[in-house]
């Protein structure tokens, strides 16, 4: 049988290679009895986070402080854009640098923060290089007081909410990823919710050429709280309560058992746990 062959990827410092074992977990969906839950308990009990702003080298190196905002936001519904374009709508010149590039073509008309990407799917729309709602960390503007970084995470911390309910799916989920599998079991299909880490491979071809890229390297595998606990509204929004409680308990309960196999083996290799390589060596100061 013929297999594709995936394009070699070019890792960056401190990055570990691909396609290492992981721990999988499954259940019931407690909401939703037919439908599985397929979690990757290595990366959710990893100690990846966000470090934008704070030593990330952007997917560009020549865009470094664009982070992963280079190419735009895919979204993943009509319901997905209309409520980034509602967030759109609060935006001010005063905090937002492309204000005026996004102005309605005809008064009253709609904002132009989105346009069609090169696989025919709806996107926020890229201005010089980068997305729309990107603040580049140069600008400079009579009356301008934004802050460099992406205006709708701004936007989110001055209302007080969660960036769930600003930015595109794809950029609040990034780096959770959420897929779908179908299981055949006798006559029945049944639907496996996948909730893993957004890989290289996950961006299709061109995250094989990305100069840098985060979930897999231990610069920021530094975080005070396991992604299962620090992407918790998140996970609440991608799986449900019942879905996130029940991850949860697995999660806090791998979590003891690595905490005692530690001790008991004075940190030696762990057979029975397999730790995300990132934390890993992030952990040993690699």
């Not at 854009?81 to 935006?91: P, Q």
């Not at 980068?130 to 001055?158: M, Q, W």
């Not at 919710?193 to 890989?199: C, L, N, P, Q």
């Not at 308990?249 to 030696?268: F, G, N, P, V």
């Amino acid at each position: 049988m013929a297999t594709t062959k995936r394009p070699k990827i070019k890792l960056s410092k401190n990055e570990v290679a691909p396609n290492f074992v992981r721990d999988w977990v499954e259940f019931i969906n407690p909401a939703s009895p037919e439908e599985i839950f397929k979690c990757d308990m290595t990366w959710l009990t990893s100690y990846w986070q966000c470090i934008y702003g704070n030593g990330c080298c952007g997917i560009d190196a020549d865009k470094p402080d664009a982070g992963c905002c280079s190419d735009g936001a895919y979204y993943t519904s009509k319901d997905d854009e209309a409520r980034t374009l509602k967030a759109a709508k609060k935006l001010s010149k005063a905090t937002w640098q492309f204000y005026d590039q996004a102005r309605p073509k005809k008064s009253g008309g709609k904002l132009q923060i989105s346009e069609i990407g090169l696989d025919k799917d709806r996107k926020t729309k890229k201005i010089k290089d980068s997305c729309i709602f990107l603040n580049r960390t140069d600008y400079k503007a009579p009356g301008f007081t934004g802050s460099p970084g992406c205006v709708l995470h701004h936007l989110a911390e001055k209302e007080g909410v969660h960036v769930v309910e600003t930015k595109p799916d794809i950029c609040w989920q990034l780096p959770l990823r959420r897929s779908w599998e179908t299981r055949e079991v006798g006559d029945s299909s049944i639907t496996v919710v996948v909730i893993g880490e957004y890989e290289r491979s996950a961006w299709g071809e061109g995250g094989a050429d990305f100069d840098w890229y985060c979930t897999s390297n231990s610069e920021a595998h530094t975080g005070k709280l396991p992604v299962y606990k620090s992407s918790k509204v998140e996970l609440l929004t991608m799986m449900g309560k019942s879905g996130y409680e029940e991850l949860a308990k697995l999660c806090d309960s791998r979590m003891a058992a690595i905490a005692a196999t530690r001790r008991e083996q004075k940190r030696r290799e762990l057979p029975l746990f397999v730790i995300h390589p990132a934390t890993k060596a992030a952990q040993e100061g690699r």
